[in-house]
C-alpha cells in the first residue's frame, strides 16, 4: 500500500512538473494560439515573411479633434499620401497633403533611409537636415496594415499575453496584448471566427483628456489577389474618430528604384538655429523657447504674467523652470493662452497647479473647466498629485489690461476667425507689438512668411482697431515687421488672383 502511494505521489510530481507553471506561461500559451490563428487567416508565416515591400495610396480625412474652430468640435479636412515602406532594407517615403482649418495649407514629407528621416516641405521647396531614426522608432511607424503588425508580434512574441474574449463591432473576439519595439503595450483584437485582426489600441495619456484609449481600426477587410487589405484604417482617442483614411491601392513587393527613396529635386537645404533658452525682447518682457514654441511672459512689480501652455505638462515645466530662473521669487499670478488648440494650450493644467488665474475667452471656461476635472492616473501630473481649485477670469468686453505703471500689456479677443472662433493676443502699446499664436507663422530659419486666411483676419483686425503695430512675436518662429507682414498678405493676394 505504502509503495503504491508513492508511485502515484510521483506520477503526481512528474504530470504537474510537465505544466505549465505560471499563469505567466499559461496567458503566452493561450496568446500565442490566438496569434497563430491570425497569421494562418492573412496566408500564414511563409506568406507574411515574404513581404519585403508595401506601397499605399491613402485618401480620407483628418479629423480635428482639438484643433478645430471651437472647443468640442471636429472639423474635418481632406487628406492624401504616397507611401513606401521597404521592410528589408529599412527604407521609406511618404508624401501628404492636407490643411488645418483657417487656411493652412501643407504639402510635406519625409524619407528614411540609411537609419537617417530628411523631412522636406514641398510648399517651401525646403528639406530639413537629417536626423538619426532607430530601428524602434521606424517600426513604430509601418504599422499600416494588419500585416505589418502581426510581423512585429511575431518579432516580439515572447512579450504575448492572453487578455481575454470581447465583442467589438457585435462580432467575437480574442484579445491578446504584446510590447512592441518602442516600448508601448498594443492589444489586439482578433475576429473569433475570421482570425482577422480588426483593431489595435494603447492606453495613452492625452493633454486635455488624461487617461485615454488610442484605437487603430481596420474595416472593410476583403481579399484583393492573394492578400486580405482593409478599406480604410481609422484612428480614434476614446472614441472620437481623428483621422478617417481609406487605402485606395495597396501593392506589395514591388521593384523599387533607388530613386524612391531620394528627396523630390528642387528643394533648398535648410538649418535652424539653437533655440536661446530666454530672449529679453525689451525691460521686463520676454518669451522663453520650450518644446520648439515661444512662451510669452512679463515682469510685474508683484508677480509674473504668462501667455501660451503649449504641448503637454513636460513642456510648460520648461517653460516654469526659465521663468523662476529669470525671476526668481515672484508668483505666476496669470496666465493667458491664444486659443483652446491643444498645441497651445496643452499645458495649461500646469499653470492651474501654481495657482495661476486663467484669463480666458468666455465661450472656453467651460471646455478649460472640463480640462482640470480629468483623471490622469496612468502618468499623474503637478495638479494630480496637488490638486487645486482652478481660478478663472473671463474676458469682459473683449479686453484685459494689466500693468503696474511702468509696464502695461491689453489682452484683446480678436473675435470670430477662420482658424479658431476665439482668439486672444496680447498688446505693448508702449513697445508696439503683438504676441499672438497662428495668426501669421514663421519658419525658424527666418524664411518669410506665408500670409492665409487666417492673417488676413488678422490684419484686418489690427486696422480697425487702429493700434499702432510694430512687429508680431509668434508662438511659432521669429519676430516679424508689420510691413513683412503686409507683404505676405499682399502675395497671397496676388497669386488668389
Do not use: C
Amino acid at each position: 500500500m505504502t509503495k503504491s502511494i508513492g508511485i502515484v505521489a510521483m506520477l503526481l510530481i512528474v504530470v504537474s512538473s510537465a505544466l505549465p507553471q505560471s499563469l505567466t506561461t499559461e496567458s503566452f500559451a493561450k496568446a500565442k494560439a490566438v496569434l497563430d490563428r491570425s497569421v494562418a487567416a492573412y496566408g500564414g508565416m511563409e506568406e507574411l515573411n515574404a513581404i519585403g515591400n508595401v506601397s499605399l495610396r491613402i485618401t480620407g480625412e483628418s479629423v480635428h479633434r482639438n484643433q478645430s474652430r471651437r472647443p468640442g468640435d471636429m472639423d474635418r479636412t481632406p487628406y492624401t499620401a504616397e507611401i513606401v515602406i521597404d521592410l528589408k532594407n529599412s527604407r521609406a517615403r511618404q508624401v501628404q497633403k492636407g490643411q488645418y482649418p483657417g487656411g493652412f495649407n501643407w504639402n510635406n514629407g519625409f524619407v528614411v533611409d540609411s537609419g537617417n528621416r530628411t523631412g522636406f516641405d514641398l510648399i517651401r521647396k525646403t528639406s530639413n537636415p537629417p536626423g538619426a531614426i532607430t530601428p524602434a522608432i521606424f517600426k513604430a511607424n509601418t504599422r499600416w496594415l494588419p500585416q505589418l503588425v502581426l510581423l512585429n508580434v511575431l518579432e516580439r512574441a515572447q512579450s504575448l499575453r492572453y487578455v481575454g474574449k470581447a465583442d467589438y463591432e457585435r462580432r467575437p473576439h480574442e484579445v491578446v496584448d504584446y510590447v512592441t519595439n518602442d516600448g508601448a503595450r498594443l492589444t489586439l483584437y482578433i475576429d473569433q471566427q475570421t482570425g482577422l485582426l480588426s483593431k489595435f489600441e494603447t492606453l495613452v495619456t492625452d493633454s486635455f483628456s488624461g487617461d485615454s484609449l488610442f484605437e487603430t481600426r481596420f474595416t472593410g477587410q476583403r481579399k484583393v489577389g492573394k492578400y486580405i487589405v482593409p478599406a480604410r484604417r481609422v484612428n480614434a482617442l476614446n472614441g472620437d474618430i481623428t483621422n478617417d483614411f481609406g487605402l485606395a491601392d495597396v501593392a506589395f513587393n514591388l521593384e523599387l528604384a533607388p530613386e524612391r527613396f531620394k528627396l523630390p529635386e528642387g528643394l533648398r537645404a535648410v538649418t535652424f538655429p539653437t533655440p536661446t533658452p530666454v530672449t529679453k525682447h525689451a525691460d521686463k518682457i520676454y518669451t522663453t523657447s520650450a518644446g520648439g514654441y515661444n512662451v510669452l511672459f512679463v515682469d510685474f512689480n508683484d508677480y509674473i504674467f504668462v501667455m501660451e501652455t503649449p504641448g503637454n505638462e513636460r513642456v510648460s515645466l520648461q517653460a516654469i523652470e526659465q521663468i523662476k530662473k529669470t525671476i526668481p521669487n515672484k508668483p505666476i499670478k496669470y496666465v493667458a493662452v491664444t486659443h483652446h488648440h491643444d498645441d497651445h494650450a496643452g499645458g495649461i493644467r500646469t499653470y492651474m497647479a501654481e495657482g495661476a488665474t486663467l484669463i480666458i475667452a468666455p465661450s472656453e471656461e467651460a471646455f478649460f473647466k472640463k480640462v482640470s476635472a480629468v483623471r490622469f492616473s496612468a502618468d499623474p501630473d503637478t495638479l494630480t498629485r496637488k490638486p487645486r481649485e482652478p481660478k478663472f477670469e473671463p474676458l469682459q468686453n473683449g479686453k484685459r489690461v494689466l500693468t503696474d505703471g511702468t509696464t502695461t500689456v491689453e489682452i484683446y479677443d480678436i473675435g470670430k476667425g477662420p482658424h479658431a472662433e476665439q482668439m486672444l493676443v496680447a498688446y505693448f502699446p508702449d513697445q508696439k507689438w503683438i504676441f499672438q499664436g497662428d495668426l501669421l507663422n514663421r519658419p525658424a530659419n527666418g524664411d518669410a512668411p506665408i500670409a492665409n486666411d487666417t492673417s488676413v483676419h488678422f490684419l484686418n483686425w489690427i486696422d480697425s482697431k487702429k493700434l499702432a503695430v510694430e512687429a508680431t512675436i509668434p508662438v511659432h518662429g521669429p519676430l516679424t515687421t508689420i510691413a513683412d507682414f503686409r507683404k505676405a498678405v499682399e502675395e497671397m493676394k496676388v497669386k488668389a488672383n
